[in-house]
C-alpha cells in the first residue's frame, strides 16, 4: 500500500502533461499540423540581383511557383543556414508580399535583402492536399541572377518559332523553363526541357508541361510575342534570364 501512494503523485504529474503545442509558424510544426492532408509536391524557384530581376531593391529576390488551379494560402518558411536545408524545424514563417506573374498563371513572393545565401520553401493548399516545394537555395549575393537577353537565337518560321539559347557565365543550368506570352502578359505555353532548345508547340524534347490541358496553344500570324526562359540549377536558383520580343510571319 505504501509503494502505491508514493507512486501516485507520479502518475499525477504524467497525466496532468500536456500535449506539446504545434507553432504554425514552423515548418516542421505546419506539416504535422497538416498531416491529415495528402502530401504533393510544387514547382518553385528562385532568382535574384542586387537591385532585383524585376527592378526593387528592397525586394531584390523573386520567388517563383506554380499554383495549380484552387490553390489557396500561399506562404513562404525561410531557414538562415545552408546546412539546415533539410531540417525542416529550422525554417520559419516569413511574411513577404506576394503578387501574380504572366496575369496570374504563375505566382511570385518578394523577398526582402539579406546577406549570404537562404533556404526558402513554399506551400499552399489544395482540396484535400497540403502542397510543398523542394527547398530553393537563394543566392542573390552569391551568384546573381544573369540578364541576358542576347543569348538567344529566334529562328522566326511562321508560327512555329524555334528559340535556341546559350547558357551566361555560370553553367550549372540543369533544366529550362520557356514560356511564350503575348504582349498583355498573358501565357500561352510554359514548358521545361533539359536541352537548349525549345520549338513552338513541339512537345517532343519538353520533360515538363504547364500548359493548360485544356488549351489547344497556338500562335497568330504577323503578331508580337515575348520569349521569357530562366535556366534553373539543381538547387532551384535560376542563374540565367533572357527576355525577348519577337513576331510571328
Not at 29 to 35: Q, T
Not at 51 to 65: C, I, K, Q, R
Not at 155 to 180: K, M, S
Not at 213 to 236: C, I, K
Request: glycine share 6%; hydrophobic share 35%.
Amino acid at each position: 500500500m505504501r509503494k502505491l501512494i508514493y507512486l501516485l503523485p507520479l502518475f499525477l504529474l504524467l497525466a496532468c502533461e500536456e500535449e506539446p503545442v504545434l507553432d504554425e509558424n514552423i515548418l516542421a510544426d505546419y506539416l504535422a499540423l497538416n498531416g491529415a492532408l495528402g502530401r504533393a509536391d510544387l514547382v518553385a524557384c528562385a532568382a535574384g540581383t542586387e537591385n532585383g530581376v524585376l527592378g526593387s531593391a528592397s525586394e531584390p529576390t523573386d520567388v517563383f511557383f506554380y499554383p495549380i488551379k484552387g490553390a489557396t494560402d500561399f506562404r513562404y518558411f525561410e531557414a538562415d543556414n545552408i546546412a539546415d536545408s533539410s531540417d525542416f524545424s529550422k525554417y520559419r514563417a516569413k511574411p513577404l508580399s506576394d503578387e501574380p506573374v504572366f496575369n496570374g498563371y504563375l505566382w511570385k513572393f518578394n523577398n526582402t535583402p539579406f546577406t549570404g545565401e537562404r533556404m526558402g520553401v513554399v506551400t499552399y493548399r489544395s482540396p484535400g492536399r497540403l502542397h510543398v516545394c523542394t527547398p530553393i537555395r537563394q543566392k542573390t549575393n552569391v551568384k546573381p541572377t544573369e540578364l541576358r537577353p542576347t543569348l538567344v537565337d529566334i529562328a522566326e518560321n511562321g508560327t512555329t518559332p524555334t528559340f535556341t539559347w546559350e547558357d551566361g557565365q555560370i553553367r550549372e543550368n540543369v533544366i529550362y523553363f520557356q514560356v511564350i506570352s503575348d504582349t498583355e502578359g498573358n501565357l500561352i505555353s510554359g514548358t521545361y526541357t533539359t536541352e537548349r532548345t525549345f520549338t513552338f508547340y513541339d512537345l517532343n524534347n519538353v520533360v515538363f508541361n504547364i500548359t493548360d490541358p485544356a488549351a489547344s496553344p497556338s500562335l497568330e500570324p504577323d503578331r508580337e510575342y515575348r520569349f521569357t526562359l530562366m535556366g534553373v540549377s539543381e538547387d532551384n536558383w535560376g542563374n540565367l534570364i533572357i527576355e525577348r520580343e519577337f513576331s510571328t510571319n
